[in-house]
């Protein structure tokens, strides 16, 4: 679930998920609410074989690897 900031409401707080490429077994983050409905493929290799394997909201959020990350809606990705 991801969460608007109360002083700006494009600025979003999204729960972070940790993906893994069993292709080339790089690592790597991806926002729930943005990447949901959407098939994932490794930013490294470009394979599909990609599986989420923990998330902010998991009891183990030390496997996730990191703490946050925002984005503001309507800005594009860089």
Request: net charge negative; hydrophobic share 30%.
């Amino acid at each position: 679930m991801s969460v608007a900031s109360p002083y700006n409401p494009n600025f979003i707080i999204d729960n972070l998920e940790r993906c893994m490429c069993f292709d080339c077994y790089k690592s790597f983050i991806v926002g729930e609410d943005l990447s949901k409905g959407i098939k994932l493929s490794c930013p490294y290799c470009k394979s599909d074989n990609v599986e989420r394997v923990a998330c902010t909201t998991d009891d183990r959020p030390v496997d996730l690897g990191c703490v946050g990350i925002t984005y503001t809606k309507g800005e594009e990705n860089q």
